[in-house]
Structure formats: C-alpha cells, structure tokens
C-alpha cells in the first residue's frame, strides 16, 4: 500500500513542503497504521509524505535490480517529481526497498534529490556471515506471520513451512551467490545492499541512525560499522544513537523524546540550506 498525504498543518517546517517530501519505505509486515505514526512527525510539522511498505518475497536471481515489488509507489513519486527529498528508511526491508528503486532507471538518481536519510534499525550485512544471516531471516518470517501462525488452521501452517523453507533457500542460494561473485574477482557493492549503499556515489551528505544493542534481527555491530564508515572514510556529517533498551524498530514510543530530536536535528540542517535566513 502507498500513501502520499498532503499535510493540512502550519508547522515549523511548512517552508520546506514547496520544495522537500518525505519518502518513508516500512519494515517487513508494517501495516500502514503503524508507518502512518510516524509519517505524523512530518505531517505536524508541515512537510508532505510518502509512505510504502514493500511485501516481503524471496530473492530473486535478477539481484539487487528485482529485490520487491515497488509498482505501486511510482505513480505517488511522479506527483512530487519535482520536488526534493528527506527518506526515512525502516529496516532491512525499507533498504531493499530503496536499492530496487535505485536500480530503476526512472528512479537512478533518486539519492541525488534527497539531502538527508533517517535510518532506523537499519542498514546490516546479512550476507557476510551465513548462519545469523538465516536466524535472522527466520525471526522475521515468524514476526511478519506472528497472527497467522497463532489463528491458523493445521493447513495455514502447512502453507506458513512451505513458503518460509522457500524463502530461507533462496536467502541461502543468495549468500552463495555473493560468495561466488566475490570470489571471483567481483566487488560486494554489486550484490549486496548493504555495500551497494555505502559505496554509492550518490549518497547523501546527511544521516541519522537509530538503533540498539538488543536488536536481533538487525545487530548494533553492523549498523555500527556502516555509520563509522560514513562518518570516517567518506567524511560525512552523521548523528547515531544507540539506544540499550528498545528493540527492533520500537525506538520511537520507547524513546520518543530523543527519536523527536533526532527528526528536528535533520530537518533544521536541510531548512538552513534552503532558508539561511529564516529562524525557527
């Protein structure tokens, strides 16, 4: 489902809505509800939005290219065409997401219209190390298919084993398949999202993380490692916070206060580039 809402608020960032949209990619089986809670931080501050939650599917062959199914949120990015944007990206989900929209060629310079990323819970290397890489899969199948798996008939599970040893063979034919190409002389940039965004040429000049050192499905180390580098080697300007205590994709309502600071923090940087006069 793709949402695009035009906010009816005089925020303090209503100046930025002539020029800027939000662009929101879910994590794995967000219903729009919830996405929509967040949408509400921009909307009450006076910036349009665009939220999409991709459906969670196998690996494809194709690659980085046919990652999801992004069908529905092109005719909502053709009305902002011409606008600029602020992502905030939710999971491994929300990043596939992208990367297949980065792979289309409507769509290639997409990063070069965006002047700042949120990221929550999110980027990891899942393809590096092939057993946390499966359990983590594993978790998420369970979480996306929690209600079902709870309500379901004899044969709703039946159907749940199937599709889900589907899907964790083609995770591993996909970790093969990295293995394989680097292996061979190719770079990790060209199959792995993780790599593929934090190599990029494109990549924003600006980012905030929110994470935590109890999140299994997305491990702190790797996200760690991602914003290090951003910060380190490409010298770009990068806010992390590492919460001890919410877990995956639950920052917010456990630290709203802070998750809030973090969304003023970005949006006060992209505004005094295009408003160094104004004052908020």
Same mark, same amino acid.
């Given at each position: ?63 980085? !290219?046919?990652?999801? @199914? ?8 053709? !009305? ?8 905030? $990206? ?41 057993? #946390?890489?499966? =359990? ?8 996306? %298919?929690?209600?079902?798996? &709870? ?7 039946? @159907? ?36 593929? =965004?934090?190599?990029?040429? !494109? ?12 999140? @299994? ?5 790797? =996200?760690?490692?991602?914003? @290090? ?23 917010? #309502? ?5 998750? %809030? &600071?973090? $969304?003023?923090? $970005? ?8 408003? #160094? !006069?104004?004052?908020?």
């Amino acid at each position: 489902m793709a949402v695009l809402t035009r906010s009816t608020s005089l925020g303090s960032f209503s100046r930025l809505n002539n020029s800027h949209c939000v662009l929101m990619l879910g994590w794995a089986g967000a219903d729009d509800k919830s996405v929509k809670k967040y949408a509400d931080l921009y909307e009450r501050r006076g910036l349009d939005t665009i939220r999409f939650t991709s459906e969670m599917k196998a690996f494809s062959p194709k690659g980085l !290219q046919a990652m999801r @199914e992004m069908d529905d949120i092109f005719p909502l990015l053709d !009305q902002v065409k011409n606008r600029r944007y602020l992502m905030h $990206i939710f999971s491994m989900n929300g990043v596939y997401s992208l990367v297949t929209l980065l792979h289309h060629k409507k769509y290639s310079d997409l990063f070069t219209k965006t002047d700042g990323v949120i990221w929550d819970s999110c980027p990891v290397d899942f393809g590096s190390k092939l057993i #946390p890489y499966l =359990i983590g899969y594993n978790q998420v199948i369970n979480n996306v %298919n929690k209600k079902r798996l &709870e309500s379901g008939s004899v044969l709703d599970r039946l @159907e749940f084993l199937a599709g889900k040893t589907v899907f964790l063979s083609s995770a591993v034919m996909e970790a093969m398949r990295h293995w394989m190409h680097v292996s061979s002389g190719g770079k990790l940039a060209e199959v792995s999202p993780y790599f593929y =965004i934090r190599d990029h040429s !494109q990549l924003p000049p600006r980012h905030t993380f929110f994470y935590s050192t109890p999140d @299994e499905l997305c491990p702190a180390p790797s =996200i760690r490692s991602f914003h @290090e580098y951003l910060s380190g080697t490409r010298k770009m300007e990068v806010h992390a916070t590492c919460f001890p205590d919410s877990p995956h994709v639950k920052h917010l #309502p456990f630290h709203p206060e802070e998750y %809030n &600071e973090g $969304i003023h923090r $970005i949006l006060t940087f992209v505004d005094t580039i295009y408003h #160094p !006069q104004s004052k908020l």
